[in-house]
């Protein structure tokens, strides 16, 4: 997982409110086996169906930086909504409300989920609107996102800050005690159970 300090990139505005994961990404695209390439499953019932769906407007093709309304990532627990995201290749969303199980899975993910106010989401939303294809700079030390002369502050958890910026997945904070368990396994008692090596190592 990349590290996340400072970056800019292409805002966009989802003026959307109760956004759910089927909506995120349709349930037909979690028959994959991958952890990618699920970018063509973004909000594809949406961009699908309607031609002036803002991803499908060429000044946000590249958009990084999502700014959507109250309750997104709700319903069920798929991790492949945010892998979606990621894969479209944004790095940061801001709501005033996310679901908890959608929050927990982007900090994991290597996404932001940035928790703004209402009157913030007004206000970026505006910012875009003036200046279609502007970028904003997410600062997530500062925890500040600025479009333009507006500067809005975002609220995220400390531990998951800290994860985003060290780029530490899972794997990577068991891994941070590589050297103890490489002891613990070199005393290892021969009657214990043990798991056996990866296929083809």
């Known amino acids: 997982m990349e590290k996340i300090s400072v970056f800019q990139g292409v805002a966009a505005g989802l003026k959307r409110s109760n956004v759910d994961t089927d909506q995120i990404i349709p349930a037909v695209f979690l028959k994959r086996i991958t952890k990618t390439g699920f970018e063509d499953g973004l909000f594809a019932n949406w961009r699908g169906q309607e031609p002036d769906f803002v991803l499908n407007q060429p000044v946000f093709q590249n958009a990084q930086v999502l700014v959507t309304g109250p309750d997104f990532g709700t319903g069920s627990s798929r991790e492949h909504a945010v892998w979606a995201l990621r894969d479209f290749g944004f ?111």
Do not use: C, H
């Not at 294809?133 to 531990?159: C, H, M, N, T």
């Open 91 to 201: 790095k940061a969303v801001f709501s005033p409300k996310f679901a908890d199980i959608f929050r927990g899975n982007s900090g994991k993910q290597g996404l932001i989920a940035g928790v703004i106010s209402e009157a913030d989401m007004e206000a970026m939303w505006a910012a875009i609107d003036a200046n279609p294809g502007i970028e904003a700079k997410v600062d997530l030390p500062a925890q500040i996102v600025s479009i333009g002369e507006l500067s809005v502050s975002f609220e995220i958890d400390e531990y998951t800050k800290w994860r985003l910026m060290e780029g530490l997945d899972d794997i990577g904070i068991t891994l941070q005690n590589e050297a103890a368990i490489a002891e613990f396994e070199a005393k290892r008692e021969s009657w214990r159970p043990k798991t056996l090596p990866a296929k083809g190592v």
